[in-house]
């Protein structure tokens, strides 16, 4: 059965203070995984695509990774405008584009 | 551009009435998608167009809910009757095509929160 599972379900930091948040998935096929930013209140926002083992894209303060079976957004030297909940999200063949979602992260940076 | 637009951005009504909600996509993109997002919860994919056509609709309640989108363009989503487990934000998405490599993504809006009580 396909899934995506994002770990770990909340995390605190220190502004400065690096981390990762992971998302695994079985799915077969993989066509793409995206990474999303949601902020209260609000839709999610389009953070990466991610298309194949060992591709990497950066965008300010996160870099986001993929291996055959998990992805990590990194966040370097978050600030307290970091803080929101990222989801994980991956397109597999065969599944007319309807993506299959982790529940997500919720990330509280501390100034 | 603009982005995708989605109203009202709050409803409030009693179980067993019936509520609706328009999304205006982003200019030329093909695809449009409703979501459902309860709280805490990844979205869920209730309906899926390709132009004016329907690709998925697996997931929507077809029993209460019911969606359209003339003309390829806007799109509204309706829940008649209400019921208590249909309190969460409703998202909705485009895309430029759903054949597409989406570099960029779907792009949401802000979504409906709707409250039933």
């Known amino acids: 059965e396909d899934q995506v599972t994002q770990s770990p379900e909340a995390l605190r930091l220190q502004e400065g203070e690096s981390s990762s948040l992971n998302c695994s998935y079985t799915v077969s096929g993989l066509r793409g995984l995206f990474w999303y930013r949601q902020d209260p209140g609000k839709g999610p926002e389009f953070l990466f695509t991610?298309?194949?083992?060992?591709e990497e894209k950066e965008k300010e303060r996160l870099k986001a990774t993929l291996t055959k079976k998990e992805s990590f957004l990194h966040i370097t030297a978050p600030k307290p405008e970091d803080s929101a909940t990222y989801l994980c999200?991956?397109?597999?063949?065969?599944?007319?584009?309807?993506?299959?979602w982790g529940l997500g992260t919720s990330l509280a940076v501390n100034p | 551009e603009a982005g995708v637009a989605q109203s009202p951005r709050y409803k409030i009504i009693e179980k067993r009435q019936s509520v609706a909600f328009w999304c205006n996509p982003i200019s030329g993109h093909a695809t449009l998608y409703w979501y459902q997002q309860i709280l805490g919860q990844g979205p869920k994919l209730l309906i899926q167009?390709?132009?004016?056509?329907?690709?998925?609709d697996s997931q929507l309640p077809k029993d209460r809910f019911s969606a359209e989108r003339l003309k390829g363009v806007d799109s509204t989503l309706k829940i008649q009757p209400a019921k208590l487990e249909d309190s969460a934000v409703y998202l909705c998405?485009?895309?430029?095509?759903?054949?597409?490599?989406?570099?960029?993504?779907?792009?949401f809006g802000s979504g409906t929160r709707l409250t039933v009580v």
């Open positions: 998405a485009s895309s430029l095509d759903f054949l597409e490599r989406p570099n960029y993504g779907y792009t």
């Open positions: 999200a991956v397109d597999r063949v065969g599944n007319n584009r309807k993506l299959i």
């Open positions: 167009f390709q132009n004016n056509g329907v690709v998925d």
């Open positions: 991610l298309y194949s083992a060992g």
